[in-house]
């Protein structure tokens, strides 16, 4: 029986491996070497968390969220990494997770290469030195961050630069270049020509649904890229994912890169720049269709704008789902309850079936009302009523 983890956290970014010294094999060997010092070594468990390939600035690593996750199960006691850069580069967070989460869970912090031990440092945050190294890891990774968006945009420019994820339709060559997919580019040519011929987005669906044509996302699957949840798909595409397809200038040939920019470094949240910052590079790859038929397809395919679309938002919306295909329920002519999937696949368990929106509502107040009564002790609110003004009320009579 042990008595916890002694936690080995090693992190490899791609511009770490320029040098041998951060390697993953000499970090281990220097967090074996420490782990195996410690008293508690011989009563403890050691297990090794290791994030290969991602960066510093943000948490949002697989291993070091799971090690984060045992912490919190407070199934560790003690954490060593061979410096502070390799668990964290942003000064705040980093700082954050060793000076208040890891006391509160009385987990030991070790720092090989910074010879720093929370263990050493009870009741203060290790000294200013400490702070600078916080500041200087920080700033480090901005500057690298800067560095290699200037490297990555003039590979852009020259055409070089390629996303790792090949749009529905392509896959990678031996070079690294896009190249169609021999298994999914007659779809794609389906989809255009069938747009060209005036068909609308939703009867597309259901075309490729008759041809049992799978999802993007089931095809990547098959082939072992889980990027999406496929578990409410059953086959049916969307026509959101048809208009995008129709939308893509990559199928006939010209490659646009460059549309998203992140809003800050460390941070995976994006924005989309002016089109007259895009890089767009004609006759880059293969077309899988001619510029005359994506012409065409453009030009017959209804768009949708929704001005208002604040005015098609409803309570329920996004909170009440399909018994049938678990997909979500819109409020149709603001009377009743339906599944979008049904009014484009005639064959699905749940064509045609409807709840009134009265009946829905009355079901879910109702629920609320029990939960309350359990919670709470009180009840009996009608529907369209403030939950929390009744429970204030109540709150005030006692």
């Known amino acids: 029986m042990t008595n ?14 320029k040098y041998d010294s951060l390697s993953i094999e000499n970090q281990q060997n220097l967090l074996r070497e420490k782990a195996a010092s410690l008293p508690e070594y011989a009563s403890s468990e050691v297990k090794e968390f290791i994030d290969n390939g991602h960066t510093g600035t943000n948490f949002e690593r697989p291993a070091v969220q799971q090690l984060l996750e045992m912490v919190r199960a407070r199934k560790v006691h003690t954490i060593i990494v061979k410096d502070l850069s390799r668990f964290g580069r942003n000064s705040i967070e980093t700082g954050y997770f060793i000076e208040k989460v890891f006391p509160l869970y009385h987990v030991r912090f070790i720092s090989v290469s910074d010879n720093f031990d929370t263990a050493e440092h009870k009741g203060d945050t290790g000294g200013i030195d400490i702070a600078f190294k916080y500041l200087i890891n920080e700033c480090y990774s901005r500057d690298m961050s800067i560095k290699s968006k200037t490297a990555k945009l003039a590979r852009m420019k020259r055409g070089e630069y390629q996303s790792k994820i090949c749009p529905y339709g392509y896959q990678k060559g031996e070079d690294g270049r896009m190249i169609p997919d021999e298994e999914t580019a007659e779809n794609v040519i389906k989809i255009f020509e069938w747009a060209a ?145 049904s009014d484009r696949l005639s064959d699905m368990p749940c064509s045609n079936l409807s709840i009134p929106k009265d009946e829905l509502e009355r079901v879910v107040f109702d629920t609320i009302n029990a939960q309350a009564k359990c919670t709470f002790g009180i009840g009996g609110f009608q529907v369209g009523d403030n939950l929390l003004s009744g429970r204030q009320d109540e709150h005030d009579k006692r």
């Open 4 to 17: 916890g983890i002694i936690a080995l956290y090693i992190r490899l970014s791609l511009e770490d491996e």
């Open 197 to 341: 011929d005036g068909v609308s987005a939703g009867e597309i669906v259901r075309k490729l649904y008759k041809l049992s044509i799978s999802t993007p996302a089931e095809y990547k699957a098959s082939k072992g890229k889980n990027y999406h949840d496929i578990s409410r798909t059953n086959g049916v595409w969307s026509s959101s994912t048809v208009l995008k397809i129709l939308a893509d200038e990559r199928y006939k040939g010209t490659y646009i890169i460059g549309k998203n920019e992140v809003v800050e470094i460390g941070s995976r949240r994006c924005r989309e720049k002016d089109r007259s910052e895009w890089i767009i590079i004609p006759d880059h790859h293969t077309p899988i269709i001619s510029k005359e038929l994506f012409e065409r397809a453009k030009s017959r395919i209804r768009k949708f704008k929704l001005p208002n679309r604040q005015k098609r938002d409803f309570p329920l919306r996004g909170k009440v789902f399909c018994g049938c295909c678990d997909h979500a329920l819109n409020l149709c002519n603001g009377r009743h309850y339906k599944c979008r999937r």
